[in-house]
Nanobody
Framework: QVQLVESGGGSVQAGGSLRLSCAASGYTNSVHVMGWFRQVPGKEREGVAAIYTAFDITRYADSVKGRFTISQDNAKNTLYLQMNSLKPEDTAMYYC?????????????????WGQGTQVTVSS
């Protein structure tokens, strides 16, 4: 089992920045890919960014390319999402996810473990 705990959400004005963190614990040796997802009520969970942990290979949704950066600190077993130039449409609950696959998916079904989420609200 892998446990994931997100932090760093909050409220910010458009154009501002936030950094989300996700602390991983448990059997992390089984994790090969980690990702950030977001969800608003009534919509499907959307993949935002993912990273193949062994080689730091990243992948982003088109909607966040150039604004968001996913990174990891292996020594701390922590995943980050730096979010810059935030827009009101970035408002959502953000979730950290972990999986054991060999690809860098942005589909929620490819991930086995999930955090509880952290709310990000961007006002205009």
């Amino acid at each position: 089992q892998v446990q994931l705990v997100e932090s760093g959400g909050g409220s910010v004005q458009a154009g501002g920045s936030l950094r989300l963190s996700c602390a991983a614990s448990g059997y992390t040796n089984s994790v090969h890919v980690m990702g950030w997802f977001r969800q608003v009520p009534g919509k499907e969970r959307e993949g935002v960014a993912a990273i193949y942990t062994a080689f730091d290979i990243t992948r982003y949704a088109d909607s966040v390319k150039g604004r968001f950066t996913i990174s990891q600190d292996n020594a701390k077993n922590t995943l980050y999402l730096q979010m810059n130039s935030l827009k009101p449409e970035d408002t959502a609950m953000y979730y950290c996810a972990a999986g054991g696959g060999a690809a860098i998916p942005l589909h929620a079904a490819e991930y086995n473990y999930w955090g509880q989420g952290t709310q990000v609200t961007v006002s205009s």
